[in-house]
């Protein structure tokens, strides 16, 4: 692959993503569905903070529906963005700095907003139709490691000696 192919493919799989979150951000759940995998053949996996693995377009399109249905705003600040390419598939990792507010109450506009940061593994396939979500997985990030001994502690941070 030539590095101007290599650009072109990177540029098209980050607008994919962008895509992916402006969908969210705006509640366009057609948008948001159009961006999946939808091949017949290959099952599409979806996992979100706390969360048990979803398996197959119904469920995970149906947990999206859920989802923008109980929020009245979310936001995504995308930081920490890498590509990787193979073929034709693209893996995005990420830092989803996120804003959210949920229903308001006593008739304010907007509920209240709560900060959360979750560190997201995209992975795309390319397809006739441009670059697809084939999988999103999605873990909260928690809290300072220092404090809870984090992996780059070692093992005794987390066990530490009798």
């Given at each position: 692959m030539s590095r101007t192919d290599r650009a072109t493919d990177e540029a098209a799989v980050e607008a994919a993503n962008t895509a992916f979150?402006?969908?969210?951000?705006?509640?366009?759940?057609?948008?948001l569905s159009a961006l999946w995998l939808d091949d017949g053949a290959t099952p599409i996996t979806c996992v979100h903070p706390g969360w048990p693995v979803l398996t197959g377009r119904?469920?995970?399109?149906?947990?999206?529906?859920?989802?923008?249905?109980?929020?009245?705003?979310?936001?995504?600040?995308?930081?920490?963005?890498?590509?990787?390419?193979?073929?034709?598939t693209a893996l995005v990792t990420c830092t989803e700095n996120i804003l959210s507010g949920g229903p308001a109450e006593d008739g304010?506009?907007?509920?209240?907003?709560?900060?959360?940061?979750?560190?997201?593994?995209?992975?795309?396939?390319?397809?006739?139709?441009?670059?697809?979500?084939?999988?999103?997985h999605a873990s909260p990030v928690l809290g300072d490691t220092e404090e809870t001994g984090g992996?780059?502690?070692?093992?005794?941070?987390?066990?530490?000696p009798a």
């Open positions: 979150y402006e969908a969210m951000e705006t509640g366009d759940f057609e948008s119904g469920e995970v399109l149906r947990s999206y529906a859920l989802i923008m249905a109980n929020t009245e705003y979310i936001q995504f600040f995308l930081t920490d963005l890498r590509i990787s390419l193979a073929g034709d304010a506009e907007l509920g209240p907003l709560v900060g959360q940061l979750v560190v997201a593994t995209n992975v795309f396939r390319r397809t006739p139709a441009g670059w697809r979500i084939w999988s999103h992996p780059e502690d070692g093992p005794e941070a987390s066990n530490p």
